[in-house]
């Protein structure tokens, strides 16, 4: 099986006038298809920006990025926005989805993008939703829904382009306990039973326990790169 | 891209229907904007037309010549004031100048007629048979005063309408029954068909003529012989009026044995001049008209660009999610583009309907008449198209430019 995701000392740097931030500082790492990564870091560590990078919604200012072999380091806004589209499904904290919009028109947003026919969008949409366990909901709103539910459809959003790589940044940061705990046995299928590669950034340590790969950054470098032994899923 | 469109569409339909209030106050300045510049072209296209028709019935190339100001002596006789014109002069005007199709020439008096035990008091024209070409008169019955009647000195008449109703009882037929006028008896033999107001304001159709010969004779009386109050001359293309003007001029000059710096004593008028001040003053109301309803549009535009800054701030996170899962720049900018001219088009189509209400009420209420033309609905329909177009742009240029990552990150 080859590797999904290849970084090769990723720098990226910005300037705030006269003051140079590095918030990355030459990150190499290789994920392998079917994976499920945690990674950890305090705020401010540098995890948001290489999570933005890895889901091609900012490039590095060094170093070579290839996603599922495409080297996407240099690509223009558009060229990105395509890779987003086809290949990436992001699933965040607060949920991110339009409100005053059904379900299924949320869920159908990438595909809405790609110029595929409404009757096409509208099927694939449904059986995204079907797949978190959202039949019957489609034409509710997000106010209507609880915010496990209202994750749900996230994840139904991000599955439906058949993306190569979920990327989840705290996706239970604003959840109950017991939503939570949802909402990862839907990951942890995902990744289990479909091969989805996913990967997560979390703070809490029984999140990232679901895991077979944690990742800890500190000050812009992977300072910790270990396996974990039996996860938590196959309880 | 036809789902995309369209389902756009359908998104900026509900986005604007969400707040109903707000889209109806931005859409206000181009409803009104457009409403006015379409009640204000059809009034303009109404009196147009008004003032083509009065110019119009005056006749077809039609040259007016009136006897001038005559100085004597110091003393600056008005227009009109002297008796210059005769009939030779209208003979020669006719011998020398090829392009005239026509010469006529008329005076009149107003007169009391009488018909049975009816009165009324009438302008009365002696007019010769080439002046009701000229004028292009037709008959509502009977026919015209010929050459015959004429070198005859006939005593016939042709009536104007206004003078029928009030001679004769409805449904009465005036041909062959007798008037007198100055208690001289003539034989009605035609009735003109209804000219309506001059370009003046003055009733066409309250009017008598009879021959040129007859009135000179028996009615009207004369200074001298052969005297006309105006003389008329046509010509067959519009084109050629002002070299036949000139060549009038130049002949008259010769036989009034006029002088280099001595002035005209005679006015030359053509339709064109007569036509020329009504239009130019149309046409000053309708652009006034149509500057004012410009910077309603203006202040519209402005109006919807407003909004849509304002929508685009409050929808900040919705833009960053749509850039998340793949929207392209030209995607967004289509999407705002497009919630743009939703606006400006229902304005704009809001707007044509107000204007046609309008411009009919003005009919109704001011008896003003108005045109409503295809072509003016057509601009309003593209000019609100574009207003929407020019003004979205700059707020659907700046959403499309918004960083995905802050946006997402927006509260």
């Known amino acids: 099986m080859g590797m999904l995701i290849v970084c090769q000392d990723l720098w990226k740097i910005y300037r705030l006038g006269d003051v140079e931030v590095q918030a990355l500082r030459g990150v190499s790492l290789e994920i392998a298809r079917g994976e499920l990564v945690a990674i950890m870091g305090a705020s401010g560590s540098g995890k948001s920006t290489f999570m933005n990078i890895i889901g091609c919604l900012d490039s590095p200012t060094r170093g070579s990025y290839w996603l599922d072999g495409l080297e996407v380091a240099r690509a223009s806004q558009d060229e990105l926005a395509e890779v987003r589209n086809r290949k990436i499904g992001f699933v965040f904290q607060n949920f991110n989805l339009i409100p005053r919009t059904s379900a299924l028109e949320n869920a159908q947003l990438p595909l809405f993008y790609r110029g595929l026919s ?99 950054v500190k000050d812009g470098q992977i300072v910790s790169d270990r396996a974990t032994p039996v996860p938590a899923g196959s309880r | 891209m036809g789902a995309f469109v369209l389902l756009t569409i359908l998104t900026a339909f509900r986005v604007l229907s969400r707040n109903r209030l707000r889209a109806g106050l931005t859409m206000l300045g181009i409803v009104i904007g457009v409403g006015a510049v379409i009640a204000m072209v059809s009034i303009g296209e109404g009196a147009k037309a008004a003032v083509q028709a009065q110019v119009a019935s005056i006749g077809t190339n039609v040259i007016i010549i009136l006897p001038g100001a005559t100085t004597v002596g110091g003393v600056r006789g008005g227009q009109g004031g002297a008796v210059t014109l005769t009939t030779a002069d209208a003979f020669d005007l006719k011998k020398k100048i090829p392009l005239l199709s026509e010469t006529a020439w008329s005076k009149r008096d107003v007169m009391q007629i009488v018909a049975g035990n009816k009165n009324w008091n009438v302008p009365v024209n002696g007019i010769s048979p080439g002046y009701l070409t000229i004028r292009d008169w037709s008959y509502a019955s009977g026919g015209p005063i010929t050459q015959v009647d004429m070198d005859a000195g006939s005593r016939v008449a042709l009536l104007g309408q206004t003078v029928v109703e009030n001679l004769f009882e409805p449904g009465e037929e005036p041909v062959g029954s007798t008037i007198r006028i100055k208690n001289v008896p003539f034989t009605v033999i035609g009735v003109l068909a209804p000219k309506g107001q001059s370009a003046q304001g003055s ?27 105006a003389l008329f001359a046509s010509t067959d293309h519009p084109g050629d009026l002002p070299a036949a003007v000139e060549a009038i001029r130049e002949v008259l000059r010769g036989r009034h044995r006029l002088q280099p710096d001595q002035q005209d004593d005679f006015t030359i008028r053509t339709q064109v001049d007569i036509g020329k001040v009504q239009e130019g003053t149309s046409q000053t109301l309708t652009l006034m008209m149509f500057a004012v309803a410009s910077i309603s549009l203006l202040v519209g535009g402005i109006g919807i660009m407003n ?72 601009a309003a329909f593209l000019f609100s198209l574009a207003v929407g177009l020019f003004f979205g742009l700059y707020p659907a240029n700046k959403a499309a430019r918004l960083n995905p990552i802050e946006a997402l990150r927006y509260e």
């Open chain 2, 307 to 378: 909004i849509l800054l304002v929508s685009v701030t409050e929808r900040t996170r919705e833009i960053g999610i749509r850039i998340a899962v793949g929207a392209k720049r030209r995607h967004i900018l289509t999407q705002f583009l497009i919630e743009a001219m939703t606006l400006s088009l229902v304005g704009g189509l809001l707007g044509i309907v107000l204007g046609v209400l309008g411009a009919q009420a003005t009919t109704v209420i001011a008896g003003w008449p108005t045109i409503i033309s295809g072509e003016s609905i057509m």
């Open chain 1, 118 to 216: 409404l009757r096409e969008q509208r099927a694939r949409a449904a059986a995204a939703l079907a797949r978190v366990g959202l039949a019957g909901r489609e034409h509710h709103y997000p106010a209507q829904l609880s915010g496990g539910q209202q994750q749900r459809v996230a994840i139904a959003r991000a599955l439906v382009s058949e993306p190569a790589i979920l990327l989840a940044d705290e996706p239970t940061g604003n959840l109950d306990t017991e939503s939570s705990r949802d909402i990862m046995e839907i990951l942890d299928r995902l990744n289990r039973e479909d091969g989805i590669t996913i990967i997560l950034v979390t703070h809490e340590a029984a999140i990232a326990a679901y895991a077979s790969r944690q990742l800890l």
């Open chain 2, 203 to 229: 009733d066409q159709d309250d009017i008598v003529f009879i021959p040129f010969s007859t009135a000179e004779r028996k009615v009207l009386g004369t200074q001298f012989l052969g005297s006309v109050a």
